[in-house]
């Protein structure tokens, strides 16, 4: 039976965590029941400051299948190289993770193994034919978010339309294999994980999904976009002959950054 680990980063999830764990353990917990596939949720704790851990423990005592990680050091990205790095200790096939916001719902990720098929990995997208988003997106974010896009491709030559979705799965060989080569901890962490899943020579597929954004969302893309493509540049430089330079930008992006 496939094993799969859902690896779920939760920085101050309090007031969504609970309904998520619910959802996701009841969907999973019956295909496990079922023999169809095995299961953890691996919830990664990064420097929250609410009682996100003090509720993901409650959730463990109904579910053994709900296993924590609580960091120190904060950013999506970290948490969920870690997470990764903990779910390849044990027997895993699949490995992938999840926002802890429920905007994908469990039958949606499960989607993701049905569809990895031959692949390296598979991720969702709400930009492709036959993706449903509720409720629809307002214009601003749909400007960025295609800006954003329009960099990936002509900077890293990326075919997705969508790499910031946050469902993605990977076979267990492919993580083994490309994980190492992640650099990337915070803006671009996602396209940097298709990126060097990608120079692997791993097929990624990306599938339609349904997403719904969330409230309480902790995201401010109006000071987060301009870091995210300061991001993709750094990618870019760090495979090109350009990276001799990265270090005077790295000094670069940290000066404007104090300045804040």
Not at 4 to 10: F, N, T
Not at 11 to 26: F, K, V
Not at 152 to 174: E, H, M, N, V, W
Request: aromatic share 10%; glycine share 6%; with cysteine.
């Amino acid at each position: 039976m496939v094993k799969l680990s859902i690896v779920m980063p939760a920085y101050n999830e309090e007031r969504r965590i609970g309904r998520t764990l619910e959802a996701y353990s009841s969907y999973f917990e019956s295909l496990r029941e079922n023999g169809e596939l095995d299961y953890e949720i691996l919830v990664v704790i990064n420097n929250t400051t609410d009682r996100t851990e003090e509720i993901v423990k409650q959730h463990m005592e109904n579910n053994k299948c709900i296993l924590y990680l609580n960091l120190v050091p904060d950013g999506k990205g970290f948490a969920t190289i870690e997470g990764f790095k903990d779910a390849l200790k044990r027997e895993n096939d699949l490995i992938g993770f999840v926002d802890a916001d429920l905007a994908t719902l469990p039958e949606d990720f499960h989607d993701l193994v049905r569809k990895i098929g031959n692949a390296g990995g598979v991720i969702a997208s709400r930009y492709v034919p036959g993706a449903q988003v509720h409720p629809k997106q307002t214009w601003q974010r749909i400007i960025v978010s295609r800006i954003f896009n329009i960099l990936i491709r002509s900077a890293l030559f990326l075919p997705y339309r969508d790499t910031q979705c946050g469902a993605k799965l990977f076979r267990r060989q492919a993580i083994e294999r490309f994980l190492p080569k992640v650099t990337m901890s915070r803006w671009a962490f996602d396209v940097d994980l298709i990126y060097s899943a990608k120079k692997a020579g791993f097929n990624v597929r990306e599938i339609p999904t349904r997403w719904s954004d969330k409230e309480y969302s902790t995201i401010n893309f109006a000071s987060a976009g301009p870091w995210m493509a300061l991001g993709i540049i750094r990618l870019r430089m760090l495979n090109s002959p350009a990276k001799i330079f990265i270090r005077i930008y790295d000094k670069l992006l940290i000066s404007i950054k104090n300045r804040k």
